[in-house]
């Protein structure tokens, strides 16, 4: 749902884009009247217009000169119609110049002066036609009227001058507005949706596009000054960095992103590698931002940039291992780098300068996030495809294995009962056999008692014998000696009856 939503604001955002392209087909930049002070002037950011008068002036050969990312003042001068031009307003069309003093000159006397930038306080600043610095031209009595433009950036630095009224800058600048009211619409209706899937699904590659689609859509609001003209940042030393810091949260977002996204660590090692030392430097670039070196900082953020040609042999890659998602990020980024190149070539003056060209980087990125995001709904439907076949493989699986069991359970029934019948028949002849062992043992045992009994009976038989047999052979002589003891005691007997009467005879 919230795809064909995005998508029906992305389709309104490029119908409104030709719109915009036809109201200002004539608009023209009036760089070639423009005048530029040679590079060899010294002391040229301690200068002023009246000091200025005779210097070396070089006339502008572009309809928007490129100044490059030097970091040094930069002087541009004007001559004006004071009759056909007054009432009119000199618009600067680059809301990232970060210091910039517009002076009107009537007849060499300065008339007055204009300021704007970051480094001016917004209660001092001179604009109040809409995201773009304009200056009105002064109603006077001129004969010469002469615009001198003092100006200086920390990151590239153009200078597209236009001279309109104040109603066709409120107009254009309405449209503007309309324009990046839907395009951060769907910067932040993307971010909300996402935001949610990551708290649904907890896959931190959601939370890492919600990184990515901050860092853009906060890249675009500063490119297009209306931090400034909402005035969210109020500190004079972040709004010098704000553009750096967001250009370099862009790129290691965007590092971040693809890193897992393609899952480069596993299906391509080598760009995942590659894509690593671009960290590096991203780092040297906010350290010498913080130390205020602005425009080397600027340099090194765009180095990195190139990464994005790399996207596209790695998308390649990942996409042939079969992941459909893969498809849609390379989508995604072939659109981003050809609004790139368009947004460089207008810079540069190969393709022209227009509001169409000026709008190719939003209207790019907001494909691109578009797309991105289709690509991870691809990656939630490949999920949910991968899981519907794991949970039917898992089915399978878990009916063979179900099948493979009952038929195992069977053969094992079969076994069994086969072992428990071999059994139960070794049971039984062990029984038996030990029947037999135990008959045997009771008549080894009843065997071995008859058998001691009869030792004991002859040993007791032979004990006795002896004896009977001693007193039956000794018998006779036993009676013998039994009759000789017999008389011994009659003599005896004898003696002691004739031994009484000699005592009697004696005593009487």
Known sequence: MIYRS????????????????????????IGTRLELLSPSVSNIDALYPIDLENADWVRSSVNVPNLGNTGNWVWARLDLDPVAEAGLNVEIAYPTIDSLQVFMICDGVINSTSFAGATVPKTSRDQLLGNYPSFPIPVSDCEKLTCYIRAWSGKQLLLPVRIEGSRKLLSDGHLRDVFFAIYFGVVISLLLYNLFLFFSVRDKNYLQYVLFIIAVGGTQLVLNGYDRVFDLVSSPWVSLRVTHIFGILSGVFSILFVRNFLHLKTNAPGY??????????YFISAVLLFFGYFNMSYDLINIPALMIILLIPASIKVWRTGDISAAYFLVGWLVFILAVAVFVLKDYGVIPYNEATIYALPTGSAIELVVLSLALGSRINQLKKDRQRAREKELNTSLLNEKIQKEQNAILEKSVNERTSELREINDSLQATLEDLRSAQQQLIQSEKLAS??????GIAHELNNPINF???NAQSLKRDFLDVKEIISLISNLDSESSSLKEDYLA
């Open 471 to 473: 007193v039956s052979s």
């Open 453 to 458: 009994i009869g030792q004991l009976t002859a």
């Open 272 to 281: 995942h590698r590659i894509f690593g030392w671009f960290y590096v430097p």
């Open 6 to 29: 995005a998508i029906k604001w992305l389709s309104f955002l490029l119908t409104f884009l030709s719109v915009i392209s036809s109201e200002v087909v004539a608009q023209k930049y």
